[in-house]
């Protein structure tokens, strides 16, 4: 369960205690001791409420605070580093729906660090049995109907070679490509059911594809690429994983900067 449904939910119930505390209070409490006793713990108790129900609005639908777990995007974000992601920046989520979003200020566009919850390829065995829900961040390089190729390491867009001077290489070691598949559409086929995801790192980390972004999909890949599992192996990204885009580092102090 993510955070801010914990954070409503927890808000109700502090909710529904500060009713029953009303109720109470007319009922029973009769001296003044009593009174200053019952203004006193429901004052906290109306605090509460209010500020987790709010706090889980904001997180819901505007902002919210990340942690970086994993060196996937160094040099960019390092391990600890503290940031905030604008949620409503491609369209506000709509409450139990399967990632639906509505009212979108921007579209997606290649270089966005964006942040989104796991596919379920991108899971373990027993994450996927545990229905456990994390999420990920990484860049945006494709959208859909882009062709992707990897070779030798350096990215191709449309049979272009991007200049991508945030990505950082930790392997001088470079891995030659590996044909396990009798054609392209296999290959398309396999990259999109997340196959590559149960594969060894060298079959698709340094050569990869070419594949055709689908649609409603986007190709993201993480700054260190050399040390990231993302959609080479996981499969695309589809659009209603997608929670917002990150803005800024705030912490550690030194590393305060915008997220380009």
Same mark, same amino acid.
Not at 33 to 40: E, G, I, M, S
Not at 44 to 73: E, N
Not at 132 to 143: P, S, T
């Given at each position: 369960?993510?955070?801010?449904?914990?954070?409503?939910?927890?808000?109700?119930?502090?909710?529904?205690?500060?009713?029953?505390?009303?109720?109470?209070?007319?009922?029973?409490?009769?001296?003044?001791?009593?009174?200053?006793?019952?203004?006193?713990?429901?004052?906290?108790?109306?605090?509460?409420?209010?500020?987790?129900?709010?706090?889980?609005?904001?997180?819901?639908?505007?902002?919210?605070?990340?942690?970086?777990?994993?060196?996937?995007?160094?040099?960019?974000?390092?391990?600890?580093?503290?940031?905030?992601?604008?949620?409503?920046?491609?369209?506000?989520?709509?409450?139990?729906?399967?990632?639906?979003? $509505?009212?979108?200020?921007?579209?997606?566009?290649?270089?966005?660090? $964006?942040?989104?919850?796991?596919?379920?390829?991108?899971?373990?065995?027993?994450?996927?049995?545990?229905?456990?829900?994390?999420?990920?961040?990484?860049?945006?390089?494709?959208?859909?109907?882009?062709?992707?190729?990897?070779?030798?390491?350096?990215?191709?867009?449309?049979?272009?070679?991007?200049?991508?001077?945030?990505?950082?290489?930790?392997?001088?070691?470079?891995?030659?490509?590996?044909?396990?598949?009798?054609?392209?559409?296999?290959?398309?086929?396999?990259?999109?059911?997340?196959?590559?995801?149960?594969?060894? $790192?060298?079959?698709?980390?340094?050569?990869?594809?070419?594949?055709?972004?689908?649609?409603?999909?986007?190709?993201?890949?993480?700054?260190?690429?050399?040390?990231?599992?993302?959609?080479?192996?996981?499969?695309?990204?589809?659009?209603?994983?997608?929670?917002?885009?990150?803005?800024?580092?705030?912490?550690?102090?030194?590393?305060?900067?915008?997220?380009?």
């Amino acid at each position: 369960m993510e955070m801010e449904i914990k954070l409503f939910i927890a808000g109700c119930i502090f909710l529904v205690l500060a009713i029953i505390m009303q109720i109470v209070k007319k009922k029973y409490i009769k001296t003044e001791k009593a009174n200053k006793v019952f203004a006193d713990v429901y004052s906290w108790v109306d605090t509460l409420w209010t500020a987790l129900i709010i706090a889980s609005i904001i997180m819901y639908f505007l902002i919210q605070a990340f942690k970086i777990p994993t060196g996937s995007m160094e040099k960019t974000l390092l391990i600890g580093d503290h940031l905030f992601a604008a949620k409503c920046v491609y369209g506000f989520r709509v409450p139990f729906t399967d990632g639906k979003r $509505v009212l979108p200020i921007k579209k997606v566009k290649k270089g966005d660090v $964006v942040i989104f919850r796991c596919p379920p390829p991108a899971l373990s065995p027993i994450e996927r049995a545990e229905n456990v829900k994390k999420d990920y961040i990484k860049r945006c390089v494709a959208l859909a109907g882009d062709k992707v190729e990897i070779k030798d390491k350096v990215l191709y867009v449309n049979d272009v070679e991007m200049k991508e001077d945030y990505v950082n290489y930790e392997d001088s070691e470079i891995y030659r490509n590996f044909n396990l598949y009798e054609s392209m559409e296999e290959y398309q086929k396999a990259w999109e059911q997340g196959e590559f995801a149960t594969l060894p $790192v060298a079959f698709v980390r340094d050569n990869f594809g070419p594949v055709i972004v689908p649609e409603g999909h986007y190709m993201v890949l993480g700054d260190n690429r050399d040390a990231s599992f993302d959609a080479r192996f996981w499969g695309p990204l589809p659009d209603k994983y997608l929670k917002g885009q990150a803005l800024v580092n705030y912490w550690p102090i030194k590393r305060i900067k915008l997220i380009k």
